[in-house]
Every structure is written in structure tokens, then in C-alpha cells.
T-cell receptor, first 110, second 112 residues
Framework: DSGVTQTPKHLITATGQRVTLRCSPRSGDLSVYWYQQSLDQGLQFLIQYYNGEERAKGNILERFSAQQFPDLHSELNLSSLELGDSALYFC?????????FGEGSWLTVV | TQLLEQSPQFLSIQEGENLTVYCNSSSVFSSLQWYRQEPGEGPVLLVTVVTGGEVKKLKRLTFQFGDARKDSSLHITAAQPGDTGLYLCAGGTNFGNEKLTFGTGTRLTIIP
């Protein structure tokens, strides 16, 4: 158990819909990262927040957005979903120089 | 765009054999990390190397960072079924920074 909690674990939704993925970082960790893992693209960095502020941005689509709340939990919002958005979405938090990943949220768009 | 190519992509060997996985890039990284990911779980950090030429050992696993900090290798001695998993290398451009570039992955299967 990494200490990073993600919900939901599995989600099936239709194209065009919007979903929200939730992440609770390890206790005391201020940084939250979101990654997307798909078969064809591998593990891709999406975005990072530190203590409520956006710190770094990766290959995140404009249809996707994220935020980190005062209690440090984070949400990744995916809108106008397309079939190609089907993937495993990971949240991670950093403690020192170690990044801990959650178990992921498996999104299937049909 | 920084790319990290891993080879082989798939590897299936008998228990007790040795193996090496490679992680190559044309870009220089300030740090290189290796992760193992098992089905239904997120990647778990195995090691971080930061100095060119650095070698780190973790029981039967030996990690090396290339002198030019563009490549790395993972060597497993006397592989065991518990070593089965997806191995990912990841490069960082600022040590401790979080914007990691992950490799393409090596799926390792150890046959009992």
C-alpha cells in the first residue's frame, strides 16, 4: 500500500461524457501528480500540483483539467470523452525524492 | 520530446537465469529511476541513480547509469518468479523533480 488513494478504481462511461477522478496523497505530501497509462503511449505525465498550485504541465489535453484542494486532495476532470481517452490514470505524491503511485483509476470510454 | 527506449520489450526466461534490461535515450537526464509495476497496481520505485557511471545494487538487482547520463541498465541475477512484472525506467531533468519521462517498458516473465 503506497498510501496514495484513488477513486473510483474502475469507470465505464460513454463518449462525450465527463468524469472526475479523485486522489488523496500520502499524509503530509504536498505534491500531487497525474499520469496516464495506455497501451500505445505508455506512462505519460499530465500535470502536477504543489500545495494547491499548478507546478508543472505535461501532455494534458485541453479537455482535461485538474485542481488540488486546501486539504491537498486532487481531482482530475476529463470532459468530452473520446474512445482514445480509455486508459489507466494514476495519481502520485512525492515524499522526499520518492514518488509513490496509487493503484490507478481504470477508465473505459465506450 | 525526450524519449526513453527500453529493450527488450518482452522477455521470458527460466527461473535461475540472468537477464539485462536496457534503457536508452538521446537526451541527458539528471536522474534515472527504475520502477516495477505489477498488474492492478501502480509503479513502485526500485532505485534512483544520479551520477554518471553510478552502480547501485539491490539484492539480486544491479542498476547502472551510463557515463553520459543518457542510458541505464538493470541486471537481474538468478531470476525468480517474484521478479515477474513490468519494468519501467524514468528520467528526470531536475533531481527530485517530478516531471518524469517514462520509458516504453519491459514486460518480464520468469518461468518456474
Amino acid at each position: 500500500d503506497s498510501g496514495v488513494t484513488q477513486t473510483p478504481k474502475h469507470l465505464i462511461t460513454a463518449t462525450g461524457q465527463r468524469v472526475t477522478l479523485r486522489c488523496s496523497p500520502r499524509s503530509g505530501d504536498l505534491s500531487v501528480y497525474w499520469y496516464q497509462q495506455s497501451l500505445d503511449q505508455g506512462l505519460q505525465f499530465l500535470i502536477q500540483y504543489y500545495n494547491g498550485e499548478e507546478r508543472a504541465k505535461g501532455n494534458i489535453l485541453e479537455r482535461f483539467s485538474a485542481q488540488q484542494f486546501p486539504d491537498l486532495h486532487s481531482e482530475l476532470n476529463l470532459s468530452s470523452l473520446e474512445l482514445g481517452d480509455s486508459a489507466l490514470y494514476f495519481c502520485a505524491s512525492r515524499s522526499g525524492n520518492t514518488i509513490y503511485f496509487g493503484e490507478g483509476s481504470w477508465l473505459t470510454v465506450v | 520530446t525526450q524519449l526513453l527506449e527500453q529493450s527488450p520489450q518482452f522477455l521470458s526466461i527460466q527461473e535461475g537465469e540472468n537477464l539485462t534490461v536496457y534503457c536508452n535515450s538521446s537526451s541527458v537526464f539528471s536522474s534515472l529511476q527504475w520502477y516495477r509495476q505489477e498488474p492492478g497496481e501502480g509503479p513502485v520505485l526500485l532505485v534512483t541513480v544520479v551520477t554518471g557511471g553510478e552502480v547501485k545494487k539491490l539484492k539480486r538487482l544491479t542498476f547502472q547509469f551510463g557515463d553520459a547520463r543518457k542510458d541505464s541498465s538493470l541486471h537481474i541475477t538468478a531470476a525468480q518468479p517474484g521478479d515477474t512484472g513490468l519494468y519501467l525506467c524514468a528520467g528526470g531533468t531536475n533531481f527530485g523533480n517530478e516531471k518524469l519521462t517514462f520509458g516504453t517498458g519491459t514486460r518480464l516473465t520468469i518461468i518456474p
